[in-house]
């Protein structure tokens, strides 16, 4: 299985951290850049062989950085995604950008300025095994790790599960519904277990996802999101799958630690819980 991680996007949320002259990627936590975590948290579930999706201007400096990932114990190979200037952005077209590296097996996405951390096990950054457990035992279109939150939830997309079923420390099941940034009314019958199941920005896909983000349209705001063409594939019948990145604790959801760097307080916060961590000695 391949690796993908986006790294394309324009980091608008926090440029005001970042003053727009480095990608919001290379964001250090203590001495370490942003996406040495998702790295580090592929590497752990055994995917190895990594294309990067970087756009042609304003990202060289990750080549740079990472060059081919050999001293992090990986293959870096990198996706440049071009596009015209009227021409759709979003998530969804830039897992497009892969299609022809990856289309011949499933293959796993990860956001380049998000970090997965659990801090109740003794390897702090090995967070993807549910995940790709749930998506090779139940063989649906795609797989998607899902944070559980109390946060308003019109912010973000978030997943209904039809039955939140639990094996192991693991919960997870089929998503009957998803939706981008719900408004309030909407956002009312998602909560389960009082929490709010938001995307956390990792999936598993199968080769035929390209084939529904080809068919998504743009959204209002010329974008195309990778949670419409789920959205779209599941009124086609198809299976989503949902994990939660958390552990069962008497039946009741504890979360882990989930940070969106392009956010500027998660950014603090993610430095607090982490900085005094030796990273370099961890992320080996």
């Not at 790709?132 to 559980?148: F, K, M, Q, R």
């Not at 939150?149 to 693991?170: I, N, Q, W």
């Amino acid at each position: 299985m391949k690796g993908v991680i986006l790294a394309a996007g324009e980091g608008t949320r926090i440029r005001d951290v970042t003053y727009g002259a480095i990608p919001k990627e290379l964001l250090p936590i203590g001495n370490v850049p942003t996406i040495r975590f998702p790295i580090e948290s592929l590497k752990l579930a055994g995917i190895k062989d990594i294309f990067v999706v970087i756009s042609p201007n304003g990202k060289h400096s990750i080549v740079q950085g990472l060059k081919s990932g050999r001293r992090f114990g990986v293959n870096l190979c990198y996706v440049i995604q071009e596009r015209d200037e009227n021409e759709p952005r979003g998530t969804g077209k830039a897992i497009l950008s892969t299609k022809t590296w990856v289309e011949e097996e499933d293959f796993i996405v990860a956001y380049g300025d998000t970090i997965l951390c659990n801090f109740s096990s003794e390897s702090l950054f090995d967070c993807l095994s549910p995940l790709l457990n749930v998506h090779i035992e139940n063989d649906p279109l795609a797989t998607i790790l899902l944070y559980p939150t109390t946060l308003d939830p019109t912010r973000f997309g978030v997943a209904k599960f039809r039955e939140l079923r639990s094996e192991a420390d693991t919960f997870y099941g089929e998503l009957e519904y998803l939706i981008e940034k719900p408004s309030k009314e909407i956002a009312k019958t998602l909560m389960c277990n009082g929490f709010y199941y938001m995307a956390t920005g990792y999936y598993v896909f199968k080769p035929r996802i390209f084939s529904y983000i080809e068919e998504t349209k743009p959204s209002d705001n010329n974008e195309v999101q990778i949670t419409d063409s789920l959205i779209l594939a599941m009124e086609n019948g198809e299976k989503v799958y949902g994990v939660v990145h958390g552990r069962n604790t008497g039946g009741k959801v504890h979360p882990y630690e989930y940070w969106d760097v392009g956010i500027p307080d998660a950014y603090k916060e993610a430095n607090r819980r982490l900085i005094d961590m030796k990273l370099e000695e961890m992320l080996t």
